[in-house]
């Protein structure tokens, strides 16, 4: 009956430090939210629809990472990501998918939501 995965909602604490992680590392976008009585941001791939709902201001759980181990976009251009994630000095581990080579990255945002990028096998850095 699922069709594809519509959107992940995450909590945040710290609103700036966050959309830099998402709009300014990862080149999502912030879009049209609606106006809800609460403080969030959605952000979209390009011109897609939103795939990021992200709330703030609501206390965040003690176990950050809870029963969804990480969430996972595909990506392109990894020497470039991996230049911006040197660059801002963010930490990730970075490894091949066995069998098929798949590149996957993997890093934390800024409030604890484990977050794998994965990337053509024919690509290089």
């Known amino acids: 009956m699922i069709d594809a995965m519509n959107h992940f909602t995450i909590l945040a604490e710290d609103r700036e430090k966050t959309l830099a992680f998402y709009c300014g590392l990862l080149g ?3 879009t049209w939210r609606p106006g809800f009585d609460f403080p969030g941001a959605w952000l979209s791939a390009g011109d897609g629809p939103p795939i990021l709902h992200i709330v703030f201001g609501r206390k965040l759980p003690e176990a950050r990472r809870g029963v969804i181990d990480h969430m996972a976009f ?4 990894l020497k470039g990501v991996k230049a911006r994630l040197d660059a801002a000095g963010q930490r990730y581990e970075l490894g091949r998918l066995p069998d098929v080579g798949t590149w996957q990255l993997f ?6 939501a484990r977050v794998e990028l994965d990337f053509d096998a024919a690509e290089t850095f």
Do not use: C, I, K, V
């Open 28 to 30: 999502l976008s912030e």
């Open 107 to 112: 890093t934390f945002d800024p409030n604890g």
């Open 74 to 77: 595909s990506a392109r251009d």
